[in-house]
C-alpha cells in the first residue's frame, strides 16, 4: 500500500513538471467502481441469482451442521450401551460428516470456492466496458489520471466535482440502449447525451456561475434595505414630533423658584402706587 502510494505520488509530481512546462494543467478524476455495478441492471440481475444460489448452499451447510450436530448428541446419550467397536463406528461417522462439511464451505465459500469464481466471472464483463467507457472519456475531455475509489489505492479526501462515476453509467446506459431503439429515438438520445456531456463540461463552470449569483442577490438586496431604511425612519420622526407639539409645557423647578422670589417685590411697588396716590389727593 505505502509503495503504491509513493509510486502515484511520485507519478503525479512528474507529471506536473512536464505539464507545467508545456502550460497547460493536469486533469484529474476518478470512478467509485462499486457505486457503478450498483446502478447497471444487467449486473444487478445478475448479483441477485447468485446471492440466491449462495443462500441455497448456506441452508445447505446449516442442514449438515444440524445432522452432525444430532449424531453427537446421540453418540453421548448411548455410549454407555454401546460397544467400543460401535462407538469407533459411531465417531467414525461423526468425523466423515465434519470432513464432508468442511470440504462443503471450502469449495462454494473458500477463496478459490465456486462464490468467488462466479463474481468475477460477473463482474469483468461490466468492469471491461467501465474501462473502455473511462478511456474513452478520458480521451475526449483530456484527463491525465483517472483513478478507482474503491481499490486498494487510499484516497485521504476527493472532491465531488472530479467524480466522473455518473458519466461512466451513462455511457453504459447509452450502449445497452441503443439496439433497442427507432430511428426518431436514437437522435433523441443522441440530442440527449449532447446536452448530457455540455452540462458535465461545465458544471464546474456554472456552479461558479450560481456562487457569482448568490452573492449579487445578496448585495442587491442589502443595496435596497439601505435605501428603504431612511424612508421608514421619516414617518417615526415626524410622530415624534407632533407627539412634541400636542404636549403641555412643563415649567422647570428653577424657574418656579425665581418667580416665587419675585412675587414680594411686586406687592411692594403696589403699595409704593397706592401711598403716592394718597398724597396726592
Not at 200 to 223: H, T
Not at 234 to 243: E, F, H, T, V, Y
Not at 253 to 269: A, C, G, I, N, S
Request: charged fraction near 35%; proline fraction near 3%.
Amino acid at each position: 500500500m505505502r509503495k503504491h502510494f509513493l509510486l502515484l505520488v511520485l507519478l503525479i509530481a512528474v507529471t506536473f513538471t512536464v505539464q507545467a512546462q508545456s502550460g497547460r494543467g493536469v486533469r484529474i478524476g476518478y470512478i467509485d467502481m462499486e457505486y457503478i455495478l450498483q446502478n447497471v441492471p444487467d449486473y444487478l440481475e445478475a448479483k441477485n441469482q447468485l446471492e440466491l444460489k449462495a443462500q441455497k448452499w448456506k441452508q445447505d451447510a446449516e442442514t449438515k451442521k444440524n445432522e452432525i450436530t444430532r449424531l453427537k448428541e446421540s453418540l453421548k446419550t448411548e455410549r454407555v450401551l454401546l460397544t467400543k467397536e460401535l462407538i469407533e463406528e459411531r465417531e467414525e461417522e461423526i468425523q466423515f460428516q465434519e470432513t464432508e462439511l468442511s470440504d462443503f464451505q471450502q469449495k462454494k465459500f473458500g477463496p478459490t470456492g465456486e462464490l468467488n469464481i462466479q463474481k468475477a466471472v460477473l463482474t469483468k464483463p461490466v468492469q471491461d466496458q467501465v474501462f473502455t467507457a473511462v478511456q474513452d472519456i478520458a480521451e475526449a475531455k483530456k484527463y491525465d489520471f483517472v483513478f478507482d475509489k474503491s481499490s486498494d489505492l487510499t484516497m485521504l479526501f476527493s472532491a465531488k466535482r472530479f467524480d466522473i462515476s455518473d458519466q461512466v453509467i451513462r455511457v453504459l446506459n447509452r450502449s445497452s440502449k441503443r439496439g433497442q431503439l427507432s430511428k426518431k429515438e436514437l437522435k433523441e438520445e443522441e440530442a440527449k447525451e449532447y446536452r448530457e456531456d455540455v452540462q458535465d463540461e461545465n458544471g464546474s463552470l456554472s456552479e461558479r456561475q450560481k456562487k457569482l449569483d448568490e452573492k449579487k442577490a445578496a448585495r442587491e438586496k442589502l443595496v435596497a434595505d439601505r435605501k428603504l431604511l431612511p424612508n421608514k425612519r421619516k414617518p417615526m420622526l415626524l410622530q415624534n414630533a407632533s407627539r412634541n407639539l400636542t404636549k403641555k409645557p412643563v415649567k422647570r423647578p428653577q424657574l418656579l423658584q425665581k418667580e416665587e422670589l419675585q412675587r414680594p417685590k411686586v406687592e411692594l411697588l403696589k403699595l409704593k402706587k397706592e401711598k403716592l396716590l394718597i398724597n396726592l389727593l
